[in-house]
């Protein structure tokens, strides 16, 4: 386990090959817990846990991770030119929502400066986010800490994996609050994957805390 959503299994062994048209690929043995269950990082598909071993393929240049359904994981979206972290640390966010069987999931978001301690003096933010099958909500969680970096901090895309059927429309509440309370119904483009059960909505424009109010989803 890394952290509490990600489960990765290593990769042993030699590769196998299949023709010289193929990179080398991985059969991989993974327990996957039965109290909760599962989805496949790269693909995004729904797995039960089991109380028996699994097995997935991999190839060469990924790893068998596993994200735990009920899961809201914020993803930087890194600049591929980038050759550290400090070079990519202010690109946009991508929220991706794993909901578990009753289309539930919660996750948080915290940002401070990365290279100071100065979230000890409340230079920091921390948002909850809660999924119902319907509604994503956001929450700030601090009551005496502002971080200006956090306002500035954009949410471009959000994606909700396991979707059963394309909604009819997808509205971006946040627009509706401070400061634009007069704007009407403000509604976002989105693509709805059958195959894949998969939701991206986007692209928006939607600041990390702007216009939270502590405990006030």
Not at 42 to 47: A, I, P, R, S
Not at 159 to 169: D, G
Request: charged share 15%; proline share 6%; net charge negative.
């Amino acid at each position: 386990m890394w952290g509490e959503n990600f489960l990765v299994a290593p990769k042993l062994g030699t590769p196998q090959k299949f023709g010289l048209a193929m990179n080398g690929v991985y059969n991989i043995t993974v327990y996957l817990p039965p109290e909760s269950d599962w989805y496949v990082q790269q693909t995004k598909e729904f797995v039960a846990g089991s109380s028996s071993m699994q097995w997935i393929v991999v190839g060469d240049f990924e790893m068998a991770t596993f994200v735990k359904a009920g899961s809201i994981v914020p993803f930087l979206q890194v600049k591929e030119s980038a050759m550290s972290l400090m070079q990519t640390i202010d690109s946009n966010i991508r929220l991706e929502v794993f909901p578990d069987v009753s289309k539930v999931a919660t996750g948080n978001l915290y940002l401070d400066d990365y290279q100071t301690h100065e979230y000890r003096n409340g230079a920091y933010s921390s948002v909850h986010y809660d999924y119902d099958g319907t509604i994503l909500e956001v929450t700030k969680m601090c009551s005496q800490c502002g971080f200006y970096k956090a306002s500035n901090k954009m949410i471009n895309e959000i994606q909700f994996m396991n979707v059963e059927q394309i909604p009819y429309a997808v509205v971006n509440r946040w627009l509706n609050n401070t400061p634009y309370p007069d704007q009407g119904t403000v509604y976002v483009d989105f693509v709805y994957l059958p195959d894949t059960k998969l939701l991206k909505v986007g692209p928006v424009s939607i600041p990390m805390d702007d216009g939270l109010v502590f405990n006030q989803p």
